[in-house]
């Protein structure tokens, strides 16, 4: 308990750290004035568009269940979506919103395995279409950070991502894993990578419903561009290679804020923002507050698209649940 509130203590240090940085290096008067002038319309139609993301993503989720033959109504599965979200954004430091989807998820399957599988497939999915849309919009747009070709190092990325994949889901590569895991006496770890194999290997031989749900990951991806570009074009914000810049960055920010740094990557992502996009931003004078704008519109995005998670909890039996989250974390050192 100790170890956990200190580990929590730390990544509140370092996101309030990260934002002290930030406010003292970006010319806060023009970061303000920014939002002051944000046209709406288009924020909300940001808003909109995120949270037909969100549809869209459960609607993949729900596809990959059916091998698992976990036939759960997609009504429920969007609900358990918005609930991931909203314990993303408001509890970040005691769970994710990944676990508590199979957290649910099991709790009405009681299929942990294949609970875990799922949603493990479906991160999977989205990194792989987010990977390939960066490595392929830097490649056409060429490019380049502090003189480094980005192309380069996305398919470097991918390649080690294709790789982490073969190791745990191709046989002869996973036969190898085990034997490591074994000799090193971590049989822990081995019951878990032998289940999540067991699950994963009930979609061999569907080529459709992969291809099918390759297909919802682009247009996912593709979405949340479309979400920070219409953000940026509520405060008159213009790049270099337009939409090609968002291809690149946004994935970017995205592969940095899963780092383990800070409470649900914040700081770090605003960061993140700033240090990219001001090397692109056009007929502004102080870049830095433009880009840390676009983050704080994308990060409000993302806060009020989680809202409708936070009223079905309640609408649920919130407080009669409010044990959900030590449940869940439990259930993954079980797994």
């Not at 213009?238 to 291809?247: A, E, I, Q, S, V």
């Amino acid at each position: 308990m100790i170890k956990k509130t200190g580990a929590i203590v730390l990544k509140i240090a370092v996101t309030v750290g990260f934002y002290v940085i930030i406010f003292l290096k970006v010319d806060v008067a023009q970061l303000l004035s920014q939002l002051r002038n944000t046209r709406i319309s288009f924020f909300v139609a940001a808003c909109f568009v995120y949270i037909a993301i969100q549809g869209l993503s459960a609607y993949r989720w729900y596809l990959l269940l059916r091998p698992l033959g976990l036939g759960t109504p997609y009504r429920k599965l969007l609900s358990y979506y918005f609930l991931g979200m909203f314990f993303n954004q408001f509890l970040p430091t005691s769970i994710g919103g990944d676990l508590m989807r199979v957290y649910y998820l099991n709790k009405e399957t009681r299929t942990l395995s294949g609970s875990t599988a799922s949603v493990f497939l479906d991160r999977d999915l989205g990194m792989l279409a987010l990977l390939i849309i960066a490595l392929a919009a830097a490649t056409i747009a060429g490019t380049t950070f502090n003189g480094f070709l980005l192309a380069p190092i996305f398919a470097g990325i991918l390649v080690l991502f294709i790789g982490a994949n073969l190791a745990l889901f191709y046989r002869p590569t996973y036969n190898l894993l085990h034997k490591v895991l074994a000799l090193l006496r971590m049989k822990r770890a081995d019951v878990r990578v032998e289940r999540l194999f067991n699950s994963v290997n009930s979609f061999r031989g569907n080529g459709s419903l992969i291809t099918w749900t390759m297909v919802l990951s682009f247009m996912i991806q593709f979405g949340c561009t479309v979400v920070n570009m219409l953000c940026a074009i509520a405060i008159g914000m213009t790049t270099r290679n337009g939409w090609l810049d968002f291809l690149v960055f946004i994935p970017a920010t995205g592969l940095i804020s899963m780092a383990p740094v800070g409470v649900n990557g914040m700081g770090w992502r605003e960061a993140s923002y700033i240090v990219l996009f001001q090397t692109v931003i056009l007929n502004s004078a102080k870049p830095g507050a433009q880009a840390f704008a676009l983050s704080v519109l994308w990060l409000a995005v993302l806060v009020i698209t989680s809202l409708p998670g936070g009223l079905i909890y309640l609408m649920q039996g919130g407080k009669q649940k409010a044990n959900d989250g030590e449940e869940a974390a439990r259930m993954a050192s079980a797994f």
